[in-house]
């Protein structure tokens, strides 16, 4: 299998349900994946950006996972991005260090499914907020290479054992869906 970097842009991953179970299936599923955990390296968002940019040139893929908070990324995997992704390491006439490679988002929600139809409560569908990310994808001479998406995961459920149980059990199925999706590429 090639290189895999899955990044976690979870802001509290101790606090997480559904990003902390599909993390925890992928390290037994993907034991040769580098993982990378923003929260535990950078709680205060000081990010080191030449350390991170080290294993983006060593994976083939990244697999960028993420709860989505207010319709976009978490604000630790923005700073991420912006801190790491820079012209002339990713784009710009000598940025050619992540050509070829592919990314693949794997994200998470609160609301219900029926929210993120057409025509549905939250007006688009859960894949247009990936523009951004495709967006940069082609700028950054990257695959977008597909996206695996749960929702109906809200925090607002993790007291209740029932709810956290049926949190669990789509999580697990959603790392079973990125694991294949994977090992397609
Ligand atoms: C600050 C914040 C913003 C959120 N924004 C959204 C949102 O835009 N759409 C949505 O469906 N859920 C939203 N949620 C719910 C989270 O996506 C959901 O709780 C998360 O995916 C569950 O994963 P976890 O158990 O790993 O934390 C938000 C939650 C927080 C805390």
């Given amino acids: 299998m090639k290189n895999v970097l899955v990044v976690s842009g979870h802001t509290d991953l ?3 349900v559904a990003n902390k179970t599909i993390l925890t299936e992928l390290e037994k599923e ?6 990378d955990y923003l929260d535990r390296l950078y709680p205060d968002f000081r990010i080191d950006a030449e350390a991170e940019r080290r294993k983006l040139i060593r994976a083939d893929i990244i697999a960028l996972q993420f709860p ?5 990324v978490p604000s630790l995997m923005s700073r991420w991005i912006e801190e790491t992704f820079v012209h ?3 784009h710009g006439s000598s940025g050619d260090k992540l050509h070829g490679k592919k ?10 499914e029926d929210m993120y139809r057409r ?3 939250m007006g688009y569908e859960a894949e247009d907020f990936l523009a951004p990310i495709k967006a940069m994808c082609g700028l950054c001479g990257m695959e977008f290479a597909g996206f695996i998406f749960t929702c109906g995961v809200s925090y607002l ?3 209740d054992a029932g709810e956290r149980a049926r949190t669990e059990a789509l999580a697990k199925d959603h790392a079973r869906r990125l694991t294949e999706l994977l090992k397609t590429l």
């Fill in 14 to 16: 101790k606090n997480s």
């Fill in 30 to 35: 993907l034991p040769g994946a580098e993982f």
């Fill in 68 to 72: 989505l908070f207010w319709y976009s």
């Fill in 88 to 90: 002339g390491f990713s």
């Fill in 103 to 112: 990314l693949v988002a794997s994200f998470t929600a609160g609301a219900p």
């Fill in 119 to 121: 025509g549905g409560g």
């Fill in 157 to 159: 459920n993790r007291s």
